[in-house]
């Protein structure tokens, strides 16, 4: 594998090899031990992959517990309605 | 569309999927690996146990509003969250265990109910709405904490849809690319695809240096 491979390799999976192709995940972590360009493509896809995942907390316990609360007390509404 | 008549959906339940042993991923934040797994308590809903009905929304309620809020809009995020649990409950006779993982089908299901709204308001135009104030967040809390997550989630509405959607179930609800083949109904090199564009569209819209200096 060649730097410039494990870059497309990166657009397409990001940088959690965990989640690659097992054989391409091999090569990468052969790569990343060898080279200083695939280890710098390496960090800047990680950096990018945590702004990816940044989008922010969703829910407080409250509200959470409200919309919980909101659905419980709703099971008996006519299927009908939601389809 | 109704959920009984989508042949999406449905065809979820015929699916064996390779990845019904995938409990690690199943556990949401806060759900500890001693809890009761989501298909032993959808079996017990599917008995009419309310209990086991409220453990599970409990447990993937923040990923269902996070979810609609990344594809559709944070406006109808919360309505389209709960508008999904009381689709499961009404169809929870048609789950059964060798179609999917619970975690499978509640996807499917949220993926079409945030399919419908977006189609339904295609005329509007989705970065238009407000956050929901959440009370229990001060306002600088929400500010400090969001702003950022703001932007990313701007960027990802200026998606495609299938893009949008791809790249949300891949960083967001942290599956594989087969994963979220199985999910969208589609072939995995598809949705390879879709996340090679949708990644470098996002670079792009967040001003992120490519680093191999070639085309987007």
Redesign the interface.
Known sequence: MTPNELKALIDIYGADLAKWPPQEGAHAKTLLAQSDEARALMRDAVAFDAVLRNTGPVLSPDRRRFLVDSIMGRLDDTPSSLS | M????NPRVLKVLDMKSSWETDSAGDAPVGVTADEVPDDALMIRVQQGD?DA??QL??RH??RI??LA??VVGPAEA?DI???V???L???RDQWTPRGGTFRTWLYRVALNRCIDETRRRSTVALDDTPEPI????SPLDQCD??E???R??AA?HQLPERQRIA?TL???E?L??AHVACIMDLKVNAV?SL??RG??K??DL?G?TD??G?PA
């Open positions: 109704s959920v009984q008549s309310r009905f409220r929304v409990t309620i923040d509003v996070g809020r990344r919360e969250a709960q508008d649990f009381l689709k409950w009404a169809r959440d009370p229990a967040r904490a969001g950022e997550a703001a990313v989630r990802i790249i891949y960083y967001n942290d594989t690319a390879e996340l090679k990644r470098q996002l670079r967040l992120e680093p191999g070639g």
